[in-house]
């Protein structure tokens, strides 16, 4: 049985208070856990500059993320926590050898892990169903976030997220780490002026996730299945539903609607948030959604395209035919053109003080509390174009967005899939 | 042209035994039905009573689950009763709410806030949830009525008046106790904030700065409160700058 979400608060409450009363008034926000190599030595930075972290969904990129976070010595990671039992046993190992010790929690319930008053920062790398709920909890848990994108699954969860980290004060950073590290043949000419101002943006990438038809499947005793699907409707175990391979043909959970906005939110919250970051719309959302329908004649799939406040145009999937000459591209995947007008060179904001991975710049923040790279506010920005794109396509029709009231104008239909009832007892409330 | 609606026939006819595995491929054409109802009353009307009649007995509770997908996207008033009458089922619960929370008509709210007083308490933090993504403030009474209850519906129905802030909501959690035990304490601080947040949002400085105040002033001297002090504190400086950009 498990327990109600809110039933974290009582211990985050007591951490929020020692964190409060030890930070008020200073700028940095450290742990207070003392551990055995509490002074630090050569390579070991003391506790009091050190991190306390944990890892929720430990499979896949959380693993990846763990190796990351363990390999810093400004960091001490003491949890995982994995609904599988093979991802948290190999996640607990990894920690252990790290350290020399057996001393990492192995927990399958992420809200114990939460309750932990010793832990400071967690890194979510679960699917994305449950992205914005253990955003939330962390965040009234009093810690801070590293999350892996896409952070959203559905266009209500943000703004939610963002009241959260702001309310309690903490720092959660988005997680696409290839925003920054992969697009920067895009990116340096664009802040550069060399372009001149952004008229349009072709991305090319996979469309939305699809319904789950999969059969039922014996549950195999290494998973906890409730858990597993926890907000998500109730459906029977396959493997094929919740593998975490990064594939969205049907093998995957990335390949569902009811965990996944598919590859349009998946690699596309690369793609997005790299031509977003280029082209400097990361504070803007999409004013005008336009639906593309496929051409008569057969040879024309349809597309989408959005419409930034300040007329840029970003296209989903447009024919090659109907674009106009790039002026600097990405691969395959990205192609920019510019007005060519003179403008002004900025300079391209870069991971804090000198951290050269989106890792180092959410520990950085941490440890500062400055606002990361990918900070929460500017990755839901970023998602709400693919999220915006995935309804006009199910829909197949045009919409209008109202940034203000996070509504689709006069568009009841649309309206509805702006978020998804969760199955009790979770909830974002 | 009208959609053809014998096309459906068959495909409604394999829906209603349907179950997880089986070919899904008739599908197609009823979800096809459903983005072109979107543009035409009748076939929306005709494809309601055709979902609602398969949400009785002798259907499966895959084929129930996809109805209430459907039903989510284009259902009206007219299936508030066949959804509601699932509320209480807890294998179906949670899909009938999936329908019923996003359809923009009061009947569909005042199914959930009805069912809140009869399904079981597991049940009920469902019905909490939807009534709070509805953000219907008919239910204020009855959720106002939880936080003296259960912690287990005490704290969902905290963050449900947050959710909401309506006045009475507001005026229900100001009466509430901030440090009352097993979490609810921290519920009604959270959604007492979430209160000052929209109202900050919309403009309404004062009223957002009296809650600011209140909050500050109950943990005033009270060390287990700092973080309460601490962020209403934060929030007094908010409607401060607020006054300031006004300016």
Known sequence: ?429 | MPFDLTTLDEPLKTLAAYDWGADAAPFKAIDAAVIAAHADKALRAELEKRFTDLLGGGTTRAAKEYVCRKLMMIGTATSVPALAALLGDSDNSHMARFALERIPVPEAGNALNKALATVSEPLKVGMISSLAARRDPACVTALTALLKGSPLLAIPAANALGSIHSAEAVQALAAADPFAGEGVGEAIVNARLACAEAFLAGGKRTDALAIYQALAKAASGKPDAKAVELAATRGILTCADAVAAAS
């Open chain 1, 1 to 429: 049985m498990t327990k109600p979400l809110a039933d974290v608060a009582p211990a985050a409450t007591r951490r929020e208070f020692l964190r409060a009363a030890a930070t008020v008034g200073a700028a940095a926000a450290a742990p207070y856990v003392i551990t055995s190599k509490a002074l630090g030595d050569a390579t070991t930075p003391p506790a009091s500059d050190r991190i306390v972290m944990g890892g929720i969904g430990i499979g896949n990129m959380g693993k990846g993320d763990q190796g990351a976070f363990l390999n810093r010595p400004d960091v001490q990671y003491v949890a995982v926590c994995d609904v599988r039992q093979k991802w948290r046993e190999e996640g607990k190992a990894r920690a252990d050898a790290k350290y020399g010790n057996q001393d990492c929690a192995a927990l399958i319930d992420f809200r114990e892990l939460l309750s932990r008053d010793d832990i400071d920062a967690v890194h979510i790398a679960t699917p994305d169903h449950w992205h914005a709920i253990m955003t939330i909890a962390a965040c009234r848990s009093g810690k801070d976030v590293y999350l892996q994108k896409p952070e959203t699954l559905t266009l209500h969860e943000g703004p939610l997220m963002i009241a959260a980290a702001r309310r309690y004060g903490r720092v959660v950073s988005g997680g696409s780490q290839r925003v920054l590290g992969d697009y920067r043949g895009i990116v340096d000419p664009i802040w550069a002026g060399e372009i001149g101002n952004v008229k349009s943006i072709d991305i090319s990438v996979g469309g939305p996730s699809m319904p789950c038809y999969l059969p039922a499947q014996p549950t195999p005793p290494d998973i906890d299945w409730d858990l597993w699907l926890g907000p998500a409707p109730w459906e029977p175990f396959n493997s094929g539903r919740c593998d975490g391979n990064y594939g969205t043909g049907g093998n995957s959970w990335r390949s569902y609607v009811d965990y996944s906005g598919g590859s349009l939110t998946d690699w596309g919250a690369h793609h997005f948030g790299g031509a977003i970051f280029a082209a400097d719309l990361r504070e803007l959302q999409p004013t005008k959604v336009t639906y593309h329908p496929a051409a008569a004649d057969g040879k024309t799939a349809a597309y989408m395209s959005v419409t930034y406040p300040n007329g840029t145009e970003l296209f989903h999937n447009r024919p090659a035919h109907l674009r106009p000459a790039p002026s600097v591209a990405h691969q395959g995947a990205i192609q920019v053109a510019g007005d060519g007008k003179p403008r002004a060179a900025k300079p391209v904001p870069q991971y804090r003080n000198g951290e050269s991975n989106i890792y180092g710049d959410f520990i950085e923040c941490a440890k500062t509390r400055q606002r990361p790279f990918r900070d929460i506010e500017l990755a839901v920005n970023t998602m709400t174009t693919p999220h915006m794109i995935a309804i006009g396509y199910r829909l197949e029709r045009s919409l209008t967005w109202d940034r203000a009231s996070q509504q689709f104008k006069n568009d009841e239909g649309a309206n509805r899939l702006l978020d998804r009832a969760r199955r009790e007892p979770w909830s974002i409330s």
